[in-house]
């Protein structure tokens, strides 16, 4: 079975900085997706940033970046010029394998402070 | 084009009653996926509807069931509350189901178990 750990429970980091968000996952399939998602406390669930695994290459939107290692099963999320509106829990996830889900990690409380 | 709606937004129920929650997704969007989130087991896969048809279920109890509409509006059902189904309850839409293709979230339902 597929598992996804965030260790971080909670981070801070001050306005315009960078920080960085850690996840690892397990799994024994090849071909899979990873993403990071975004809960604000308004609750609604935004995709962030996506990445297939065939893929090489980092995936970069924005302000936001992955560092995608396959072998050691780890997807970081670095968010460069934090903003006061990146304030959120961050949500790793996995997709992949016979079942249709997305698999979460527990979160990330990620605090942008002025 | 409208986003995924959820109904109600908030719930107030005590132990041993019924609930039913509803979920519309995007429009064009054929699949509905359920997921539980609280604070301890986190964002958990409840099931998966497309066609009509259930295509995935997640490890809940036969009290947590569901059902997708001709119109692709889905509504999960929770029998005999309990105090830990107190969470928010999220659906996410998406195209199709069977290879990944982006699911996106409701604003999901707070249901809380007095």
């Known amino acids: 079975a597929q598992t996804v750990t965030q260790s971080q429970p909670e981070m801070s980091v001050q306005e315009a900085e960078t920080v960085t968000l850690s996840c690892t996952y397990d799994?024994?399939?090849?071909?899979?997706?990873l993403f990071w998602y975004k809960q604000p406390p308004s609750r609604q669930m935004i995709l962030v940033i996506r990445?297939?695994?065939?893929?090489?290459q980092n995936a970069t939107e924005n302000r936001f970046s992955v560092n995608f290692q396959k072998a050691a099963k780890s997807f970081s999320l670095k968010i460069s010029d934090s903003q006061l509106g990146d304030t959120a829990m961050y949500f790793c996830?996995?997709?992949?394998?016979?079942?249709?889900?997305?698999?979460f990690g527990k979160g990330t409380k990620l605090s942008v402070k002025p | 084009k409208a986003g995924v709606t959820q109904t109600p937004r908030y719930l107030i129920k005590t132990r041993g009653q019924q609930v039913t929650l509803s979920c519309s997704p995007i429009s064009g969007h054929r699949s509905v996926s359920w997921y539980q989130q609280t604070p301890g087991q986190g964002l958990q896969f409840l099931f998966e509807y497309f066609s009509e048809t259930q295509r995935n279920k997640g490890n809940f109890p036969g009290r947590f069931s569901g059902r997708q509409f001709s119109n692709s509006r889905s509504e999960m059902n929770v029998s005999t509350l309990e105090l830990g189904d107190s969470a928010l309850y999220l659906c996410?839409?998406?195209?199709?189901?069977?290879?990944?293709?982006?699911?996106?979230f409701g604003p999901g339902t707070r249901l809380t178990v007095l």
């Open positions: 996410a839409s998406s195209l199709w189901t069977g290879h990944y293709n982006e699911q996106f």
């Open positions: 996830a996995f997709y992949g394998g016979s079942q249709g889900n997305l698999i």
């Open positions: 990445q297939e695994a065939y893929k090489q």
């Open positions: 799994t024994s399939e090849n071909n899979y997706y």
